[in-house]
């Protein structure tokens, strides 16, 4: 009888094993079934340097953008986060219009639904105000709200000035880089939207320096 119970529990390791590795290679989980939150915010001027022909809101003239809302992304422990668990419909224009407030293009919201959003297992309506009320509650630090002129900044140093800002540990924020620039500043979230410490499946830059281009 011992063993047969031993057998059921290799067996049942081995498959919850399996389970984590088929997550971690990219398949995505059902609806609902993830572990925190990842806000995005993506530094503004480094990415319009880097598309010149975007002419959306965020990188027109005297727009003094900054930090942007680029997402809410539901976020796994131990392995890559979920993605497209679900069909999507088509974010309400209702919704869209609204959400024209935080994220600089409609196109953007309806992909950040069909990747991300239909992963919290929420509706689009319940998703977006989730999505609003992370943007809201994290702050972005005066120092860079009207960065000028541009600089290269320690990695720590930033994330320091997010945990200060937010009165939060330095741990719950990581930095995303591309060839020595700032991609963006990524918070990480319980699902009831308080800061928490990120997990090492949230990369973060292999530099210890990035360029911030000033606000324009």
């Known amino acids: 009888m011992k063993r047969a119970m031993s057998l059921v529990a290799v067996i049942l390791s081995c498959l919850t094993m399996a389970g984590a590795v088929k997550r971690s290679q990219g398949e995505s989980s059902a609806p609902g079934i993830f572990d925190y939150y990842l806000l995005a915010l993506s530094w503004a001027p480094n990415y319009c340097a880097g598309h010149p022909g975007d ?34 419909h088509p974010v309400s224009s209702k919704i869209v219009r609204h959400m024209l407030e935080y994220f600089p293009t409609r196109s953007l919201i309806q992909h950040e639904w069909q990747q991300h959003g239909v992963c919290s297992g929420l509706s689009a309506a319940d998703y977006f105000k989730k999505v609003e009320q992370a943007f809201n509650a994290v702050k972005v630090p005066e120092e860079f709200q009207r960065l000028d002129p541009g600089k290269a900044f320690n990695i720590a140093d930033i994330e320091r000035s997010f945990a200060q800002a937010n009165n939060a540990q330095p741990e719950a924020f990581r930095i995303s880089c591309h060839s020595g620039r700032l991609v963006s500043v990524e918070a990480c979230l319980s699902k009831d939207l308080d800061l928490q410490a990120c997990t090492a499946s949230v990369r973060e830059c292999p530099a210890q320096q990035v360029l911030m281009r000033p606000v324009k």
């Open 55 to 88: 002419h959306s809101k965020e990188c027109q003239a005297g727009a003094n953008a900054n930090f942007v809302l680029h997402g809410l992304w539901p976020q796994s422990n131990i392995a890559s986060p979920p993605v497209r668990c679900a069909p999507a």
